[in-house]
C-alpha cells in the first residue's frame, strides 16, 4: 500500500517557466511534509518542508503547498533552472509517532528543465 | 550545516564477505539515524531505525542478523553486510536526525555495493 503517491514519474518544463510537482498522500495521520532533490548515486538534498498547521510555506524558488482537505501537496519551482534537474522525492511523517518518526516517501518525479 | 557523510563511497566485495558502512553526522549531534536502501529507479525503502545506545528497529522484511547496525554515538552509525550476496548489491544512503526534534532527515551521499 502506497502511503505516498507521485503519479508523473517524470516532468519536463522549459527553462524560466514553473515546475510544479504534485504528491498525495492517504495516510490522514500525516502531519509533516518534506521534499528532497536527488541527483543519480548521490543522497537525497532537503529541499524544503511544511507542517500540517501551515498550507504555505515559500524558500526562494521554492514553495510549497498543501492542502489537507485533498491529501495533496505540491512543490513550485520558479523560475525552474536547467540545474533543478533531479529527481524530486516527497516525504511524510507523522509527529505523533514518536521519536523515531520514520519517513514515508514518494515514488519520484524526474524533472528535466530545457535550456 | 547539517552535514552528513558516508564511507565508503563505493565498495566491490566477493560472495561470503561482510561489509561494513558508515554514517556520520559531521557538524551536528543526531539522536536518530535511519539506513535506506535503493534499488534503480525506485524510491527509498527504509531498511531500519537506529537511536543512540539502543538497538535498531528494523522495518518487516528486513533481516537484523544479516543487516547489523550499530549507533554508538551521536554522530555515528554503522551498517555490517554480513556474509553479502549478489542480491545484496544496491545503493545504501544513511540519514540523520538531530536532537532539536525537527523531523527533517538529513542524508548522506549513498554507498554503492557490489557484490561479485
Known amino acids: 500500500d502506497q502511503q505516498v503517491k507521485q503519479n508523473s514519474p517524470s516532468l519536463s518544463v522549459q527553462e524560466g517557466r514553473i515546475s510544479i510537482l504534485n504528491c498525495d498522500y492517504t495516510?490522514?495521520?500525516?502531519?509533516?511534509f518534506l521534499w528532497y532533490k536527488k541527483y543519480p548515486a548521490e543522497g537525497p538534498t532537503f529541499l524544503i518542508s511544511i507542517s500540517s498547521i501551515k498550507d504555505k510555506n515559500e524558500d526562494g524558488r521554492f514553495t510549497v503547498f498543501l492542502n489537507k482537505s485533498a491529501k495533496h501537496l505540491s512543490l513550485h519551482i520558479v523560475p525552474s533552472q536547467p540545474g533543478d534537474s533531479a529527481v524530486y522525492f516527497c516525504?511524510?511523517?507523522?509527529?505523533?509517532?514518536?521519536?523515531?518518526?520514520?519517513?514515508?516517501f514518494g515514488t519520484g518525479t524526474l524533472l528535466a528543465v530545457q535550456p | 550545516g547539517a552535514v552528513v557523510s558516508q564511507h565508503p563511497s563505493r565498495v566491490i566485495c566477493k560472495s561470503g564477505t561482510s561489509v561494513k558502512i558508515e554514517c556520520r553526522s559531521l557538524?551536528?549531534?543526531?539522536?536518530?539515524m535511519f539506513w535506506y536502501r535503493q534499488f534503480p529507479k525506485q524510491s527509498l525503502m527504509l531498511m531500519a531505525t537506529?537511536?543512540?545506545?539502543?538497538?535498531?528497529?528494523?522495518e518487516q522484511g528486513v533481516e537484523k542478523d544479516k543487516f547489523l547496525i550499530n549507533h554508538a554515538s551521536l554522530t555515528l552509525s554503522t551498517l555490517t553486510v554480513t556474509s553479502a550476496h549478489p542480491e545484496d548489491s544496491s545503493f545504501y544512503i544513511c540519514s540523520a536526525r538531530g536532537t532539536s526534534g525537527t523531523e527533517t532527515q538529513y542524508f548522506g551521499p549513498g554507498t554503492r555495493l557490489l557484490v561479485l
Open positions: 557538524d551536528f549531534q543526531a539522536t536518530t
Open positions: 495516510n490522514s495521520m500525516f502531519d509533516y
Open positions: 516525504a511524510a511523517s507523522s509527529r505523533g509517532g514518536g521519536a523515531t518518526n520514520k519517513l514515508i
Open positions: 537506529s537511536n543512540e545506545g539502543s538497538k535498531a528497529t528494523y
